[in-house]
């Protein structure tokens, strides 16, 4: 019972902690866990959609309201456009996104991915970094230079000249061979559009926290709703969503196996524990104790029995947790080099991750279960025959 | 018709058990009658019903047919809990196997029926210990009763029947699985509390030591009573 308890709140955790690294790898490689852009960039992503300099101002006040203290971890602004890459071998069809270069790396997780060179800083102007197998298909290498090229506000075709800075490589094939990052004013310059962006991406602390976040980001801007919308991860990632969803329900069934398991654990136990005891139930009965008093002795007994092992086991599964709490889970040798699915690299080391609600939800099983359990048991001790319970009888 | 005066009484008592096609009439019409402080021995061969009637006799099986009186009540209709009443407050039990609570100490198990009672932990140990020191077993009271003997755990089952001071003792076979210096002394034991306190003692045995030191032998064949001697 209490390794059935500890197996349970351990599993959890790592099925929560996995969860949730999934969650942060993607969002961190796509659009935050909150996206702030205008209502229509979601449909139709072009510059035409973006948000001014005066909605840039608002989102930036609205993101820094205190009722978002605790759960913003970071935020960066990005003008995202849909272009060509040239160089003089190749030309390629490109995501180019530009980005405050500081900003954005406390949000994606782009710049860990450094292959060779260095990511963007602060002062770059013509700099760029350009994801593996694209330099490889258009023959770049650090240093050299290579011609973008899209639609600019105007409608017309404009190019910039960048020269790679950096490249990087995260295994996700959609980002190697296809995403370009340059400094937020160069692509703001070259299309355009100065002061604009096409979305503020936002990194929370958790993925429960986008709820919130999104009802105090509506509220904040209320006023600039036919300007400026705030998604989630999942209606922005719908990919990863479908994704996450269909594990949520690998992760019920699993769990509701685990539980039923437990649960037949415990009941099976206290059942043993009256039927071994026969005897004893039987004396106390012809001592003087009623048959309703031997059934509530059990069932008391029975859920004492329950909460003493789920508590400890529970105690034990939250140390085992905790053990890996720091450095986690690294599954690295079951995988054979990156392992990628919803357009997200997933991280082989899982943290388990504890919440008070797996707590309380464990000591309502434990209590369903024990109450479940101690039922039947305890109608049974009510209904022994006393001479045979206590082999009286000739 | 009530009767009072009887520590226990049966009238034309009948107990048959059937499983299916077997049929087993295992007392069969038995009237009899113990006066208050009786010494008294239900005798007979295995099978010949001196347990059923001792466990009709304690509520523990109700009769098929008949009536049972203990301490003046009528007990055949007696709901469970009056019942369960009645062997709290005036029925002393002896089992051939002790039948002790394994995970209670000597004294913990000799004081079980006040606990159920609701008598405060002062009169009850109060009451355990003098009981223990009278009947030899001082000092053993925190053993468990896997550390006692044979005759030490029927000494704490005897202390546990009579510490409630009933009016009616019931022994099934308690000195069966004792050697005859134990089972002498047991007897002993009993025949002092018999007559120091005034308690009933009924029991139901094959062992000749007992049937010789009772005040009165009822033989049953049968199911059915015998014979019936007292000796003066």
Known sequence: MIVAMALLVFSRALAEGGHEDWIEAGVRLGSGHVSLQAPQYRARKTIEYRLSAEDLGAVEAA???????????????????????????????????GVDPERESNLSSLPEHLESGRYLEGDDRLQAYVGARLAE?????????FVLTAQDASGEIAGQMARVIGIFRTGLPEADEGLVQIPLE????????????????????????????????????????????????RESNPELDAAVRMDDWADYVFHAVLFAIAGLTIINTILMSVMQRTREFGVMRALGLNRGEV??????????????????GMLIGLAVVWLFFRNGIDFSSMMSG???????????????????????E??????????????????????????????FAE | MNDTTAAVRTENLWKIFENGDIRVEAVRGVTFRVEPGEFVVLAGPSGSGKTTL??????????????????????????????????????GFVFQAYNLLPVLTALENAEFTLLLRGSEAEERRRRVGKLFKRIGIEGLEDRLPGKLSGGQQQRVAVARAVVGEPALVLADEPTANLDMATSTSLIELMEELNRELGTTFVFATHDRHLMDRARRNIRLVDGQIVSDKRRD
Not at chain 1, 196 to 223: G, I, M, N, Q
């Open chain 1, 63 to 97: 993101i820094s309201k205190p009722a978002l203290n605790g759960r913003l971890v970071a935020a960066a602004p990005r003008l995202a456009v849909e272009g060509l890459a040239s160089s003089a071998s190749s030309a390629l069809p490109v995501a180019v996104i």
């Open chain 1, 362 to 391: 464990s000591l309502l099983f434990v209590f369903a279960v024990g109450t479940a359990a101690s039922i039947y048991p305890a109608w049974r001790a009510t209904r022994l025959d006393l001479a045979q319970a206590m082999k």
């Open chain 2, 54 to 91: 001792l466990n009709m006799i304690g509520g523990l099986t109700r009769p098929t047919n008949g009536k049972v009186w203990v301490d003046g009540r009528e007990i055949g209709g007696l709901p469970d809990r009056d019942l369960a009443e009645l062997r709290l407050n005036r029925i």
């Open chain 1, 186 to 233: 160069t692509a703001r310059e070259w299309l355009g559009v100065p002061g604009a962006v096409t979305s503020v991406d936002l990194l929370l602390d958790s993925s429960r926290s986008v709820r919130p976040v999104l009802r105090s980001l509506d509220a904040s801007l209320a006023e600039r709703s036919d300007a400026v919308r705030a998604i989630g991860w």
């Open chain 1, 295 to 312: 059934g509530r002795l059990v069932f008391t007994e029975g859920m004492l029995l329950t909460l003493a092992s789920g508590v400890v």
């Open chain 1, 338 to 360: 990156e392992m990628t699915a919803a357009g997200t690299v997933i991280d082989p080391v899982i943290v388990p991750k504890f919440r008070l609600v797996q707590v309380a």
């Open chain 1, 137 to 145: 298909r258009l023959g770049l290498e650090t240093g050299d230079r």
